[in-house]
């Protein structure tokens, strides 16, 4: 019941709406033909008219018509068209409503996530946030369906257990203490269901986690040989899920196959009460079990959704779990001073630790804008550190990095991002076309702007002389291009947008030396309109900077000559040559 008051709160219209939707068409089910059909009796002259038929006569005559034989067809079949739009625009209303939840949680949690602190993002399982986006938003929206359609049935129930006070009190009693027995006997299933949903919405997490891994490494498993490894164990978490579905199953349908044995017994011993035992007329005993079948039908039915509400709604508190540590890890609100970059990006005695794991002791570094600076040090030194602290995805713990004078923290921070091309390590493409991956479906970027990107990163050739040219579509993951041809596309990803600051980590470790060169030649050549950070081990990338620093034990040190450093530790070979400048 959480479920439908926390949806309550949060779409009070909607939530009203459907449940107004939901009794109507329940009453509108409710006059089905057999309602209908004793209306044809007043025409053919029957003397013992039901205050039902008496009322419609009456309005006939208001409306100057006679109740011939026609005129009652035509109200009979008025009736069901009727009763069957109601139920059309209940069911639609519903429908809308629950579509509407389920995109607006997947909108929230998305949002969340991308507003949210990067060590927090980097901490979730993308499998588990696609999982979330794609079921555990359906199975919410789903389960506050049933919250609602459960208080329509109670509603529906408690309107004719009124209706049953006044035609026979025994009734009432009777549909009331059978009532209350039903509800405590079928507890337990709900119990089940409600623990078999929660194991679902865990297992499904785990296993679409462990999914969205493997079938991102899926190539160098099969080369290994290493798939039945993969597979064995998807196929456990499967099979667990599969228990836990089956579970469920098993006890929403029983509670489904008992409604009609049920109601049948029922009917059966208030027959034999009414008749034998108190000696009732027949007409009496059929209207009370007409009555108490009615009430404990939809009794019935409200207890088959607040089951299916039980096991749905583990994935609505899961989903808002998320959402909720998502917001409160949010990224702090930057300043407002607009950026820019003209003068120079400068690190003034900057630390930063990852917990207890100091990665860069007090740094100092000086950018100057419109020049090509390279940074080089071994593994794990911590240089996509500084770049991170550069778009304040991180932020350092002392000291301070100040872009022309301006403490970064006090920019806009939306703004500093957007005069940044940032080129990581992992090229991920989108399975898509070159275009949409360059333009990242920018619609400010044109497919002139992509042409241009593409010419700077030294990819047109091979983007020219493909069929589709800038159409072509990449393959998942880009897999229908080469290394090489993968990087030059995400490099002019980051050039499309005219950056202000190009950053480049180890952009161009997948192409061959005398392409590297003409690349690195050609980034060369954007400065000084634009600032260029790379992030190198290769010499071609350090043979165009204006300046080298090298990141070793936390300290950065300014490399004068380069000649004779080893590339990928950035020590110096020769101790005197390569002085380093702190
Ligand atoms: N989110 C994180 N949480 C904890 N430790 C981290 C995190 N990210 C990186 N590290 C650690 O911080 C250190 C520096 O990482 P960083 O990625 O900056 O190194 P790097 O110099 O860029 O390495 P490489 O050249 O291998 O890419 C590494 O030892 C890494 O294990």
Known sequence: MRILVAFGRAYPTRTALMLISLLLAGFAEGVGLTTMLPLLSV???????SAFSLKIIEILHQVGLEPTV??????????MVLSSVLILLGNR??????????TDLRVDLIRALLGSRWEYYLRQPTGALANAVATEAYRASTGYEHAANMVALLIQAMVYMVIALFVSWQAAILSLVLGFFLLLALQRMVKTSRHAGKSQTRL??????????????VKPLKAMAREDIADS???????????????????RETLRALQEPMLAILAAVGLYVGLIVWKLPLSSVMILIFLVVRVLGLLHKTVQRYHRMAAQESAYWALRESIDTAVADAEPSGGDRAPTLQDAIAFEGVSFSYGSRQILDAINLTIPAGTFTSLIGSSGAGKTTILDLVCVLLAPQSGSILVDGVPIEELDRQRWRQLIGYVPQETLLLHDSILSNVTLGDPALTAMDAERALKQAGAWEFVERSPDGMQMIVGERGGKLSGGQ????VIARALAHNPRLLILDEATSALDPETEEAISQTLKDLTPEITIIAVSHRPALINVANQVYRLHDGKLSRVESVSNVDMSSGVPIKPDIGTLLS
């Open 93 to 102: 209303q519903v429908g809308y409503t629950v579509a509407h939840v389920a």
């Open 70 to 79: 026609t005129t009652m067809l035509i109200v009979i079949v008025f009736g």
């Open 204 to 217: 499904m997490r785990e296993l679409l986690a462990h999914l969205t891994d493997t079938l991102g490494s």
């Open 486 to 489: 993968r990087q030059r596309i």
């Open 233 to 251: 164990l998807l196929r456990s978490q499967a099979a667990e899920l599969n228990k836990a579905m089956e579970r469920e199953v098993m006890s």
């Open 43 to 49: 025409a053919l002259g029957d003397q013992h008219h």
